[in-house]
């Protein structure tokens, strides 16, 4: 085999059509029976710069805008050349994917997402990840050169004795574990939130909180790199998210936040500044009694979510929320006081244009009008940001600085591009770099290994050196 792939979410798949070409043998291995990760759970909304769906909308980004906004948002804290390289390959990526690929794309203008100063969002029609992954892998199974073998897991990895990846141990349905050779191995399982004792070990501050992430998110990666020799970076990073429905675990959008929606605790008093950075503000929804909490929006902002989210309407709305005539409505509905909400949103209301209010949230737009909507919700995790440390061509670099021959890494398995400590989550930026490093990953793969058949080529046809005997 020349290119092993693990895992058939975003980062796989795209791996495997960025690798693929006439003459190369490619092959995914999904541990699962579907193909999917955290890219199938996400509502497909890939964070671009500088993309002509941009440019034909109006709207006017760069690379260095895009990373200045990264960079700001975590404090600085994740790895400039990484940053940098993310940025300047979202374009491309976009321009390939709609091109190439013949992904569907739109650019999200309702809102600006937190933390981005341009309309940067390029979601698929559908505004599901699962749609993407459907996509992706249709391309795959229309090339000769790729097999996605779902329901195959990946036991082991294997190298030579100079440290260089040889090969991947899987076990195939029905059958024994079967060790098979690849020429280069990139490594898209995704990180560890399904790991509850890895969470525990790296990311204390989230530990028993609820996951709404993807069942197959195991530390794969994370154990076999490690055993290979491979650094790690941030591996306490977190994707948390604040509005998470208790019961349902439907991942409310932090676009109702941008919206102007409001979280209040069960005295009916809000405790942040809910457009604050994404992890720190589940973390404080963490820390209310009972893990508890409250989202408040009214009926504009559900109409504006549910134009741009499809699952608001057939999933969301009936599973999750509770309408409510008016706020003693709502406040008897969750058992909350229905002065002291009444008081808070009174209080929000007067602050909407006003500049930022006691929390240090500013909010554009209108002031909330009846009727109003709401769910319980707790922080739960999302997904892990720290991973397996690489370079600028997704290789895996060793605990001695150096790249591991052969192997490669990206989305989850990779270092993400938060802020260690579980803060500085970037909306979009786990597709992003699932997306990113997986193109990279898999054309850096299959040129190493072109390079590597023309080498033996250039070998086989160069003429011998005369021999010379002595008189």
């Not at 399982?189 to 509850?196: I, K, L, Q, W, Y």
């Not at 559900?302 to 699952?311: C, H, V, Y």
Request: aromatic residues 4%; glycine residues 12%.
């Amino acid at each position: 085999m020349d290119i092993g792939i693990v895992g058939a979410g975003g980062c796989g798949l795209t791996a495997a059509l960025a690798a693929a070409q006439p003459g190369l043998k490619i092959v995914v291995w999904e541990r699962a029976k579907v193909a999917g990760g955290n890219t199938a759970l996400s509502d497909g909304a890939i964070p671009a710069a500088g993309t002509s769906i941009q440019r034909d909308a109006g709207v006017i980004d760069t690379a260095e805008d895009f990373a200045r906004d990264v960079l700001t948002h975590n404090g600085g804290r994740s790895d400039a050349a990484l940053t940098h390289r993310m940025c300047e390959t979202s374009g491309p990526l976009v321009e390939w994917l709609a091109g190439r690929v013949g992904v569907g794309l739109q650019l999200e203008r309702y809102i600006l997402r937190a933390g981005h100063r341009q309309h940067r969002m390029h979601a698929v029609e559908s505004r599901t990840g699962q749609s993407l992954i459907d996509h992706l892998l249709a391309r795959a199974g229309k090339q000769a050169s790729i097999t996605v073998r779902l329901g195959t897991p990946v036991l082991q990895l294997w190298s030579d004795s100079s440290g260089a990846v040889q090969g991947a141990q899987i076990k195939l349905p029905k059958k024994s574990a079967t060790n098979v050779r690849c020429q280069t191995l990139i490594l898209a399982c995704d990180g560890f939130g399904a790991n509850a004792e890895l969470i525990a070990k790296h990311c204390p501050a989230i530990a028993g909180a609820a996951y709404a992430g993807a069942a197959t998110e195991l530390g794969d990666a994370l154990k076999w790199g490690t055993e290979l020799g491979a650094a790690t970076e941030h591996l306490d990073a977190v994707h948390a998210h604040p509005i998470v429905a208790v019961g349902s675990n439907y991942v409310l959008p932090s676009a109702l936040i941008s919206l102007g929606a409001v979280i209040l605790n069960q005295r009916g008093e809000r405790f942040a500044n809910e457009a604050d950075d994404l992890a720190r503000v589940a973390l404080r929804v963490r820390a209310q009694p009972g893990h508890l909490a409250y989202v408040v929006f009214d009926a504009r902002m559900l109409k504006l979510a549910e134009q741009n989210d499809p699952r608001f309407e057939h999933q969301i709305v009936p599973r999750t929320l509770r309408r409510a005539a008016d706020l003693n409505d709502l406040a008897k509905q969750f058992q909350l006081d229905a002065t002291t909400v009444a008081a808070t949103i009174e209080q929000y209301n007067t602050m909407v244009g006003r500049g930022p209010d006691g929390f240090g949230r500013s909010v554009s737009g209108e002031s909330m009008s009846p009727p109003f909507y709401g769910a319980r919700v707790t922080g739960a995790l999302l997904a892990t940001q720290g991973g397996l440390k690489i370079d600028t061509s997704a290789r895996v670099v060793g605990r001695n600085g150096n790249p591991i021959a052969n192997l490669y890494a990206g989305g989850g398995a990779a270092v993400g591009l938060s802020a260690p400590g579980g803060e500085g989550y970037l909306p979009g930026m786990g597709l992003l770099c699932a997306l990113a490093w997986g193109k990279i990953a898999g054309e850096e793969a299959a040129r190493t290994v072109v390079a590597a058949r023309a080498a033996v080529a250039a070998e086989k046809t160069s003429p011998s050196e005369p021999v010379v005997t002595e008189p």
